[in-house]
């Protein structure tokens, strides 16, 4: 068979690479005990399934090693899949968590702040008594400025401001407030991980869903009062409350 490619058919071009970014849910370990992680898991999941179902998830280690704390990577992988997230990377591992980790098919994610492994030398010899527990920083709001396309998912750490509209079969959450300076036609989860004091405000309400801190209506219990309007959406004695703005 000749292999001379003046002789190879030309064929258009099937797949090629592209660099993209993607918003996933990061989880960071502060404690190694597995039964805890999955007690605590398992609540955050109950806040807000439908977002969570199936969501690719990157666990960030970067914490437990500053305290040289271990952790099973298998048992973790094992938890976390059976809460129906799909683990996709890990950060801040050691090299040893990052070969268990390969080893279960989750590629390593670099860590731009820092690599855990490089520290630790410094933390072991200048550690004489148990450190504090990790104190959480107020979340930053996130501002997106171009519209949210179907089937792409946005999560912010604070309040989430979209000064675009949000397409049908999209889906944003914030474990703050949401506000959407446009129409809001996919799915909207504030306080997702139970924040009841969230709101979500939006200038024109056709939503698939809406929730609060795991409360939620889909777009048929919708009152047709509310719809196509400038709204605020709020909890109050368990209920989502829907007004107009």
Do not use: W
């Amino acid at each position: 068979m000749s292999t001379d490619p003046q002789q190879t058919p030309y064929l258009p071009p099937a797949l090629e690479f592209k660099s993209s970014t993607f918003s996933v849910p990061v989880l960071v370990l502060f404690d190694n005990d597995t039964a805890i992680i999955e007690q605590q898991l398992q609540e955050k999941v109950r806040l807000a399934p439908e977002f969570f179902k199936n969501s690719p998830l990157v666990f960030d280690l970067q914490e437990l090693n500053k305290q040289e704390r271990e952790i099973d990577i298998d048992a973790l992988t094992k938890i976390i899949r059976k809460l129906n997230l799909l683990p996709i990377g890990i950060r801040g591992g050691t090299p040893q968590q990052n070969q268990q980790a390969i080893a279960l098919g989750i590629p390593v994610h670099s860590i731009h702040n820092g690599n855990a492994a490089a520290p630790a030398e410094t933390v072991k010899q200048k550690k004489t008594a148990p450190e504090p527990a990790p104190k959480s920083e107020p979340a930053m709001s996130t501002l997106i400025t171009h519209p949210i396309r179907s089937g792409q998912r946005l999560y912010a750490e604070g309040d989430l401001i979209i000064l675009a509209q949000v397409s049908a079969g999209a889906e944003i959450m914030a474990e703050g407030n949401i506000h959407v300076y446009g129409t809001l036609r996919g799915r909207a989860l504030a306080g997702v991980q139970g924040n009841p004091e969230a709101r979500i405000f939006c200038s024109d309400l056709q939503a698939e869903l809406i929730s609060i801190a795991g409360t939620y209506k889909i777009s048929e219990d919708l009152n047709e009062s509310v719809s196509n309007k400038p709204v605020q959406i709020y909890l109050q004695n368990e209920n989502l409350i829907i007004k107009d703005l």
